[in-house]
């Protein structure tokens, strides 16, 4: 069974650009979850969306958005990068319904911003 | 708020020995429990989950958990220095739009 995927594995750009980030869940999941990791800091939650929806959102501003498409795959944009936006941005994927949503990991896109 | 806490170590332990990882949490409402284990560099790898009191166990993975403590704990028997990695611990509610919450994660080295 292929595990959660991202895309690109590395993403340089610089301050005021706009970054899109892609991520496809396990096959049968319908969660995709984002999340932020800064350098020596832990798991920042950023966006959920489920069945196409966004069902939560974190502590961000709104240049940090996504959506997630009818096969459940799901993209992160951030728009005005910021020096600070740089970071490992993990996307993990889980089934619906479930009570407990254990969560799956992608390999994550390193973004750098200049 | 809730909150995860976790000491960050790092925990150091020699080869073949018991590792000992620990987790307190601070929303009672809280029904499931998981740890991850992270490589540097890598994304975070979930290891086991535990949702009832007591131990469970999967090869040299053992997690415990005590509800009315607010308590979780990994013990890592026959510790490798492969198992040398950031350990994270999440807790969550069942359903709802519930979101995990993580703890900043335990540094782990496995010295030879």
């Known amino acids: 069974e292929a595990g959660v995927t991202q895309s690109p594995t590395h993403l340089i750009k610089t301050r005021g650009q706009q970054a899109t980030l892609r991520c496809s869940p396990i096959s049968g999941h319908t969660s995709v979850y984002w999340y932020q990791q800064a350098l020596g800091l832990g798991l920042q939650f950023l966006l959920w969306y489920d069945e196409g929806e966004e069902r939560n959102r974190g502590n961000f501003p709104p240049r940090f958005s996504g959506r997630q498409f009818p096969n459940y795959s799901s993209e992160l944009n951030v728009n005005a990068l910021e020096l600070e936006d740089s970071a490992l941005y993990l996307c993990?994927?889980?089934?619906?319904?479930?009570?407990?949503?254990?969560?799956?990991f992608g390999p994550g896109t390193r973004l750098t911003v200049l | 708020q809730k909150e995860v806490e976790q000491n960050s170590g790092p925990l150091s332990v020699p080869e073949g020995a018991i590792a000992s990882l620990n987790c307190t949490y601070s929303?009672?409402?809280?029904?499931?429990f998981f740890w991850y284990r992270q490589y540097s560099g890598k994304s975070p790898e979930l290891i086991m989950f535990?949702?009832?009191?007591g131990d469970k166990e999967d090869g040299r993975f053992t997690a415990q958990l005590n509800k009315a403590s607010q308590y979780v704990s990994l013990l890592i028997r026959d510790s490798q220095p492969s198992d040398s990695a950031t350990y994270l611990c999440?807790?969550?509610?069942?359903?709802?739009?519930?979101?995990?919450?993580f703890g900043r994660g335990t540094s782990l080295i496995v010295h030879p």
């Open positions: 999440a807790v969550n509610r069942a359903g709802g739009s519930y979101i995990p919450t």
């Open positions: 535990i949702y009832s009191n």
């Open positions: 929303d009672r409402g809280s029904q499931s």
């Open positions: 993990a994927s889980s089934y619906s319904g479930t009570s407990f949503r254990e969560q799956f």
